[in-house]
């Protein structure tokens, strides 16, 4: 009875306090690891704060404007900037180089009300670099033997859905495709034919209803290019580690 009680209290201060943290703005991005990140705010406020927790540790403040006037704290200094003429609204931070602990939430309020909540993710990719026109394999593995049924791949840092496997589905052909077979044995690579300049993008591939995460846990696409045509050029060839196609 005592447990009952004591369960019930914890759950409803666990409710509170998930909504008292979490503002209806929130969204989740990607960073990599060691690459620039914008952490994007704007309001019109007399008094702006940035403040970032991890888990449900206490807010620590990153920066605070107060009339137009911002001071960083001394701890982000280094790395955090404000972006913009913060006068016109714009409050958004940049991280100059993203480290691994950077991993958190981000909370930016306005005059007392949150205006932007971000969890930050951070990730080492693996890099694929193909020609443009080329196919391309995104590698990713997981343990599909229990409960898998479904395979998400994702695009910009998890924000676009690009291809969706249901083990019950019959195998889809088509320019982006994850082979049957290789579900089977945990082989969850994304084919990606014929690639556009598009298709670059930093790739997530989520397990079982997005509840795990592949491995690797990121994968970096980076579509190259065709060098400029100079003049007489014919066929196809490679310069400068550029390759070069030209129709005369
Ligand atoms: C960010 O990095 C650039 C280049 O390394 C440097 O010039 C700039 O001062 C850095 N900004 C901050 C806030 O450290
Ligand atoms: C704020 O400034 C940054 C950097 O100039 C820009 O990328 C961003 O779009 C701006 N945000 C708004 C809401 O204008
Ligand atoms: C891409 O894959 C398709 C289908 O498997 C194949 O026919 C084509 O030759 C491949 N293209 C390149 C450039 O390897």
Redesign the pocket.
């Known amino acids: 009875m005592i447990d009952t009680v004591m369960g019930l209290l914890l759950l409803l201060l666990l409710v509170c306090h998930l909504s008292v943290v979490h503002p209806d703005t929130s969204s989740d991005i990607a960073a990599i690891v060691k690459a620039p990140l914008i952490l994007q705010c704007s309001c019109f406020g007399k008094v702006v704060k940035w403040t970032t927790s991890y888990f449900y540790s206490t807010e620590t403040p990153i920066a605070e404007c107060n009339s137009g006037m911002c001071q960083i704290e001394k701890d982000f200094?280094?790395?955090?900037?404000f972006l913009d003429d913060t006068s016109a609204g714009n409050f958004s931070m940049t991280i100059?180089?993203t480290v691994y602990n950077d991993i958190g939430y981000y909370k930016c309020t306005c005059d007392g009300k949150s205006v932007s909540g971000l969890h930050l993710k951070v990730y080492d990719p693996v890099v694929v670099e193909v020609f443009e026109g080329d196919n391309a394999t995104l590698p990713c593995y997981g343990n599909t033997r229990r409960d898998a049924q479904d395979v998400q791949w994702m695009k910009d840092g998890g924000k676009l859905p690009v291809y969706k496997y249901f083990i019950a589905d019959e195998a889809a052909a088509g320019r982006i495709t994850m082979s049957k077979e290789g579900f089977q044995t945990g082989d969850l690579s994304l084919r990606i034919g014929s690639v556009r300049h598009s298709d670059a993008s930093l790739y997530l591939c989520l397990i079982h209803r997005g509840s795990r995460e592949g491995d690797p846990r990121a994968v970096l696409l980076k579509v190259k290019g065709y060098g400029r045509c100079g003049s007489g050029k014919r066929g196809t060839g490679t310069a400068g580690g550029k390759r070069w196609r030209c129709h005369l």
């Open positions: 200094q280094d790395r955090f900037t100059n180089s």
